[in-house]
């Protein structure tokens, strides 16, 4: 068995008997000599260079995605004898690094800081005396939250990550609740089904998208959502960019009724440098990164690889 990988995992793969491990850049069309593989290994590949493999990759059965999700390789259009597993519980740990990293910059408003340093000037107006809990008036002087502590935060899309951010800022006394398909709890944790989703943002001071792209939820995080928000609350999206109404979201930050956003995910991506989101007032942005690297990608690989060979279901398989 041939499998194809990418020169962007360095982590070395289990010996397997009869398994061959090609690595190829990602960012080429692959050679003729590797197109009898059975298995394509994706890890940041651009669109043009999966088209040009699902043409010519006539022997390929499965496709093993490095990243939590497919909707790239899903939208080029494999065949449907083409299995695809994605790496889905293995970006946990970075992608709630990251997410409570942009909660941290936005509550205590490390753009203003960074601003202030840019322009050599000592920020007297985010120093001295900061009334005590979640700040909800900007007119106290500090123009954010101050503190986790205390603040309502509500994750949308209480999976995996979701759960293994909820502690995270349990621990620094925030209050969480997620919100999921069906109410109930999680890891501990309340949990509000999506039909008071509403109901349970207007009582939110951050909150949290970790939704997948479905047509379920399309733009799901529209005018009616940020319209429901507190006029102090922020929203963070690590999810997927086509769950949020991006016009929507640039209204209502200008308009000033949400505190803020900080965002990691886009409905095009890099971000077109005439999207009103580069200007819009309150703004985090940061360029897909939160799942940077996923974690233990040679176990995944090894069990479906061992799966595949024994004529198993694959781990983690979406299709």
């Known amino acids: 068995m041939q499998i194809l990988v990418p020169l962007t995992v360095t ?28 298995c394509l290994v994706v890890w940041g590949n651009p669109r043009a260079q999966l088209e040009d493999a699902r043409d010519r990759m006539t022997s390929l059965e499965w496709i093993c995605a490095l990243s939590a999700g497919t909707d790239l390789i899903e939208s080029v259009g494999f065949g449907s004898n083409v299995r695809v597993t994605n790496a889905s519980g293995h970006h946990d740990g970075p992608v709630a690094e990251h997410t ?87 890891v501990g944790f309340p949990v509000v089904g999506v039909t008071d989703a509403l109901e349970q943002v ?3 001071d951050i909150l949290v998208n970790i939704l ?10 529209g005018k009616a959502v940020f319209d429901a928000l507190p006029a102090h609350a922020w929203v963070v999206n690590v999810g997927r960019g086509a769950t949020i109404d991006e016009s929507a979201l640039d209204t209502a930050l200008r308009a000033g009724s949400i505190g803020g956003a900080a965002l990691d995910v886009f409905a095009t991506e890099p971000l077109p440098a005439d ?3 580069w200007t819009a007032p309150n703004m985090l942005i940061t360029p897909h990164a939160a799942g940077g690297r ?26």
């Open 11 to 38: 982590e070395s793969l289990p010996l397997i008997d009869g398994v061959e491990y090609t690595y190829y850049d990602h960012t080429k069309v692959l050679s003729d000599s590797m197109l009898d593989a059975q």
């Open 100 to 186: 409570l990293m942009l909660i941290l910059a936005a509550v205590r408003r490390l753009d203003r800081f960074y601003v202030a340093q840019q322009e050599g000037r000592w920020a007297t107006e985010l120093t001295g005396i900061q009334p005590p809990g979640v700040q909800r008036d900007p007119s106290v002087g500090f123009p954010g939250m101050a503190t986790v502590r205390g603040a309502r935060v509500t994750i949308w899309g209480f999976g995996s990550i979701g759960q293994r951010l909820a502690p995270l800022l349990d621990s620094l006394g925030a209050q969480v609740t997620g919100i999921a398909q069906s109410a109930g709890e999680r």
């Open 202 to 204: 207007a009582m939110t």
């Open 212 to 221: 997948p792209a479905t047509q379920a939820t399309a733009g799901i995080m």
């Open 275 to 277: 999207s009103p989101l």
């Open 294 to 319: 996923p974690l233990g990608i040679e176990d995944l690989i090894g069990e479906n690889v061992r799966r595949f060979l024994a004529g198993e279901a694959l781990h983690n398989q979406v299709n």
